[in-house]
């Protein structure tokens, strides 16, 4: 691109911000009633993580032990449903809705598809356990719960209507920010796979981001949302870890 | 989708980025009315403003006085009528200089308002405006294969109208590559449905040596009336100056607008020279121009050039300049595509006043 200097992130938005709203209407429209139904699956999973925050605060296997550490199986749940989420959102949010208002979006999708892979290896992964860390687990706990809760609420609390509703599993940034907090909660002590939480974490962050400027280039304040989600998993991500 | 109120933003109303002042019509009080009708100019006076009240039985200096006024209103009237005429007849119309075939000067961009992807409901009301479109003179639509979905929309709202003849197609090319670009422009072709494009741009410049032999042999060979190229926003200058003194190009699409005017010391003069027409594009800066200008009163002399509104101002000054073919305003609603045509009718400013537009338009 010539003079590339002289573009501003406007000059790259090539739809009004009517028509993208729009998207998530038709889309909760075809997948109807999914909407309600994954509200009340990410209500389950978050009231689980609520539980497990409350009463198994450092729930852990220790090391060589051949018993499944506690928790375990939901986050395996967790991980398979966010992988199977990811996946949707991919082709039938990006590739079908998205794409035919914006060229970019299906090399987002293709990005998506990597993402769910790499939660579906994440749930087949061997010593998968909670992580002990209070301030990953509070703050992945929020996040899980504003992008179940929180996110569909903004729909009208900006003045939109309750069907124009970003639902978790559906669109990308709840999707994007939910799997934020799950990671928040999951560590691996399969020495190989350490690496593999964090790694995981880059899609979504980068998702936050073009999601982020999206939304400021069209003018809409919401574009804060999945930059603090980006900022305060950060913060918990980087914190000081317990002795 | 709800119906806007008078003074929203068009944005406000959810369905339209073209961010124009909405102006519902409403019925003015009878006291109102009356106190309009006596400030319009005695020319446009509606005849029952201008009404003789008198005695039952006029004496014969009354009847003669009567007389003379009648003639004066029947003038008036006449010349009223003519003034009317031009704002409700044909658009004004601007010569292609390679052919001489006459354009409307008010065509129909579709940057951003035709994008609308799957939307059954927003596709219908873009067919809706390219009808209102047909139907009050229009014929230049432009788009392009960067435009997201404007294409197919573009396509739906001609096959509901059984592809008027009127149409003036506008595409672009947008790669460096030659058998990309031919295969861009046959999809292109199939969105609109269309026999052959009217006119083919290189979009941006962007391999323009590659592409516009290609466009001129396609010319040559009966497979396109036009050819042109485009920028936006002033870039590249001096390559579009380059293109326009080397090649045989009809058309240069590039922004013109109020505040954006750095066309008017080279390339302008440069289309006149070179028989070249001129495309205007972001008229509004993409609606910038006018959220800033609808915070402003309509200055009096809009009504000196048949304005009603801030959008027919901007669209006034830039069609009026002489190199200019064509503005190429995009918006989704019928109520702003019928503000916008009214551009190309009524009296148009001259030199003078274009200067004082311009200038008290960058002052405020």
């Not at chain 1, 860390?133 to 179940?148: D, F, I, N």
């Not at chain 2, 959810?14 to 002042?21: A, I, K, N």
């Not at chain 2, 009163?297 to 959008?311: K, M, N, S, T």
Request: aromatic share 8%; charged share 15%; hydrophobic share 50%.
């Amino acid at each position: 691109m010539s003079e590339w200097w002289t573009y501003r992130p406007g000059d790259f938005l090539m739809f009004a911000p009517a028509t993208y709203w729009r998207l998530f209407e038709l889309h909760n429209a075809t997948w109807w009633p999914a909407p309600p139904l994954l509200l009340l699956a990410g209500l389950a999973w978050t009231g689980w993580l609520a539980w497990t925050a409350r009463h198994a605060p450092f729930a852990r296997a220790a090391p060589g032990s051949s018993t499944p550490p506690a928790g375990a199986p939901w986050l395996r749940l967790g991980a398979a449903g966010a992988a199977a989420a990811w996946a949707f959102v991919a082709t039938a949010f990006l590739l079908h809705r998205y794409a035919p208002i914006n060229w970019a979006a299906s090399a987002f999708a293709a990005g998506f598809l990597v993402q769910a892979a790499g939660l579906a290896t994440l749930a087949a992964l061997p010593g998968l356990a909670l992580a002990p860390h209070g301030r990953r687990r509070s703050v992945g706990l929020l996040l899980c719960a504003w992008a179940v809760v929180g996110q569909p609420l903004l729909a009208v609390a900006t003045g939109r209507p309750w069907a124009q509703a970003e639902v978790f599993g559906l669109a990308p940034d709840p999707t994007a920010i939910a799997t934020l907090g799950l990671l928040l909660w999951t560590s691996t002590t399969w020495r190989p796979a350490r690496w593999l939480p964090t790694a995981l974490a880059i899609l979504p962050v980068t998702w936050c981001a073009i999601s982020a400027a999206t939304l400021w280039t069209m003018g809409s304040a919401q574009g804060w949302v999945p930059a603090a989600a980006v900022l305060v998993a950060a913060w918990a991500a980087w914190g000081r870890r317990p002795a | 989708m709800r119906q806007p109120y008078d003074g929203e933003r068009c944005s406000d109303a959810g369905s339209c980025p073209c961010e124009q002042v909405i102006q519902v019509p409403r019925p003015a009080a009878p006291a109102a009315a009356a106190r309009a009708a006596a400030a319009q100019p005695a020319a446009l006076r509606p005849r029952a403003a201008a009404a003789v009240a008198g005695p039952v039985r006029p004496s014969r200096r009354r009847w003669l006085a009567a007389g003379s006024a009648a003639a004066a209103l029947s003038a008036a009237a006449a010349s009223a009528s003519a003034a009317s005429r031009a704002l409700a007849g044909a658009p004004a119309t601007r010569p292609i200089p390679s052919s001489g075939e006459a354009l409307p000067v008010v065509g129909l961009g579709t940057w951003i308002t035709f994008n609308v992807g799957n939307d059954p409901a927003a596709r219908d009301a873009c067919a809706e405006v390219v009808r209102a479109f047909f139907a009050d003179g229009g014929r230049v639509i432009d788009s392009s294969p960067m435009y997201g979905s404007s294409q197919p929309t573009i396509g739906h709202a001609l096959a509901g109208l059984g592809h008027p003849p009127a149409l003036f197609s506008a595409e672009k090319v947008w790669t460096s590559d030659l058998a990309r670009g031919t295969a861009q422009m046959e999809a292109s072709r199939a969105y609109w449905g269309v026999q052959r494009f009217d006119l083919m741009q290189v979009h941006n410049l962007v391999g323009w040596e590659v592409q516009l032999p290609r466009l001129l042999e396609m010319k040559a060979a009966g497979r396109l009336r036009y050819v042109g190229i485009t920028t936006s926003e002033g870039r590249r200058p001096a390559e579009i100056e380059q293109v326009m003194r080397t090649q045989p190009i009809d058309f240069v699409q590039v922004s013109y607008n109020l505040l954006d005017r750095e066309i008017e010391q080279h390339i302008l003069p440069l289309a006149q020279e070179r028989g070249i027409a001129v495309l205007a594009n972001r008229p509004f800066r993409e609606g910038a121009l006018l959220r800033a200008l609808a915070r402003h009163r309509l200055p009096a002399w809009a009504a000196e050039i048949d304005c009603d509104g801030w959008a027919q101002v901007a669209l006034k000054f830039i069609v009026s300049h002489p190199a200019v073919t064509c503005a190429i305003p995009a918006t989704r609603r019928v109520a702003h595509l019928r503000q916008n045509m009214g551009a190309a009718r009524g009296r148009m400013p001259d030199p003078a006043l274009r200067a004082q537009m311009a200038a008290e338009v960058a002052a405020l």
